[in-house]
């Protein structure tokens, strides 16, 4: 559904996106991350056809961004981080003006607005004026008026900026249905855990080049250099346990915590399966208090691959 080869924009010497290559398929949810200023917006502004690269070739739906610009627009919905509104205009009036647009005609223009309002939980605000609206609600209408043409991509470019907790979770909430629908879906966040709730797929992009591209849990197991457990047997317990565990040949390290409440132990590499763990130190007479692995999430495999540099 989207391709991109050596995909480039450059503005005068600086490179705002480097070579970037990467596929969706079908039905892909895409999680984009990146610093401000990595390439992102632009990445999504050429594959809606609003920016024309240096060099480099893209394609959605199997049409081509240089020849057919009008057959892209018509099978993408794409939502900027931020878009405006029209002052004086209703809920269902804004809708109406984008449906007409799209050339949506007749009675079945107002049964599609009404249906991308009950979609994104707005049917109880379809008179109430645009601009009376959160937020979070006006970010929910412009991803009803990106669905009004019913396309088969969507490009969200933080759909989730500038949203309280239960606005985001709504949005999230709102994503996840819509992959539900089959929708091939680019989207850039800055709440990675999020992210990784809603994404089969993460690209990590860096100073226009593209750092990652595949499935998170590949990108998981990519930074994962050993697997870590966090132990306790109790304050007064927890160094003499360390001890023990240092007698043991599958541990890499053994450090209890600066605090004195748990136990760090890391496992050698090739050693995945941490269960044995409880068994030895109550075998040994202690009293098991706390076992957990230390889990790797999106913001460390983003803080891992990166540098934290941006142009």
Known sequence: MIECRDLTKKYGDLYALDRLTLKLDKGDVFGFIGPNGAGKTTTMRILATLLNPSW???SVCGYSIYTGAKDIRRSIGYMPDFFGVYDDMKVIEYL??????YRIKGPERRKKCDQVLDLVDLGYKRDALVTSLSRGMTQRLGLARVLLHEPQVLLLDEPASGLDPRARIEMRELIKELRGMNKTIMVSSHILPELADICNKIGIIERGKLLYNGDVDAAVR????????HVSVGRDHNEAAAKKLLTYPEFESVDVDPSGESIKVTLKDGQTDGSFI???????GFKLRGFKEEE??????????TKGITN
């Open 222 to 229: 990519q930074v994962r250099q050993n697997h870590v457990f």
């Open 56 to 58: 480099g070739e893209a």
């Open 296 to 305: 790797i999430n999106l913001e460390d495999v983003f803080m891992r691959i």
């Open 96 to 101: 109406e003006f984008f449906a007409a647009a």
């Open 278 to 284: 409880p068994e030895r130190l109550i075998a040994d």
